[in-house]
């Protein structure tokens, strides 16, 4: 309907972020793709504001991690992280946001480390000034228990912090949300795995040192 628009025109834009967004819940996400490429590469061409040029970049970052190009979605996270922050400074809610997707990406290739140290610089801003209530601010608490526990090198006290902060967050999900929320089923979830994991790396621990205990007994013998 709106092809033969100008390019700046309001309704052609609006067309195309509704197009965008149908393609997606259809699971069209090449296409998708291509309609958002299309879009940014518009806005750059007639100056938008560097807010929905980034706006747009965020999309098509979730665009690629639905098709699985997580290192695509990576590198356009990153972007608009740094775009938001020169924008708008590290505590804007945009920029926490971005924070918030940049991290995701960054746990998908499993970059922990990187995650992590996102998160907590990040998490107490998102406290503050969102307050603890907010649902960006329990998804950044959730994603960097989860960097905790699912890293390799990870150790008893950061399983301990994990499970702490998942206990956390999953209270406070049910109380704002409700427990039928599918956020707070999947935290629940979460905190179930991670208690699992804490009890066997306990348990890994007690039988360590009843080995201990026995080989000393046999020496003393």
């Keep these: 309907t709106y092809v033969g628009?100008?390019?700046?025109?309001?309704?052609?834009?609006?067309?195309?972020?509704v197009l965008g967004s149908g393609l997606h819940d259809a699971g069209h996400y090449e296409d998708v793709l291509s309609v958002q490429e299309a879009e940014l590469a518009m806005k750059r061409r007639l100056g938008d504001t560097e807010y929905n040029i980034l706006a747009v970049q965020g999309n098509i970052a979730r665009t690629y991690i639905s098709l699985g190009r997580h290192e695509d979605a990576l590198r356009m996270s990153r972007d608009m992280y740094s775009g938001f922050v020169k924008l708008r400074g590290e505590e804007h809610e945009g920029s926490l946001g971005a924070a918030c997707n940049y991290a995701s990406s960054l746990f998908k290739l499993e970059r922990f480390d990187e995650a992590k140290s996102l998160m907590h610089k990040t998490i107490p801003a998102a406290r503050r000034i969102l307050g603890e209530n907010n649902d960006l601010t329990l998804r950044m608490r959730w994603l960097y228990a989860l960097a905790l526990c699912r890293d390799d090198d990870?150790?008893?006290?950061?399983?301990?912090?994990?499970v702490e902060t998942l206990e956390e967050t999953e209270r406070t999900a049910r109380r704002v949300l409700g427990g039928a929320h599918p956020q707070v089923v999947q935290v629940g979830l979460c905190l179930r795995k991670a208690r699992d994991a804490l009890a066997a790396r306990e348990g890994d621990g007690v039988s360590s040192v009843c080995e201990a205990v026995?080989?000393?007994?046999?020496r003393t013998a």
Excluded: I, Q
């Design 5 to 17: 628009r100008p390019e700046g025109d309001g309704p052609r834009c609006v067309a195309m972020s």
């Design 214 to 218: 026995a080989a000393a007994n046999l």
């Design 154 to 162: 990870a150790t008893l006290d950061d399983v301990h912090e994990a």
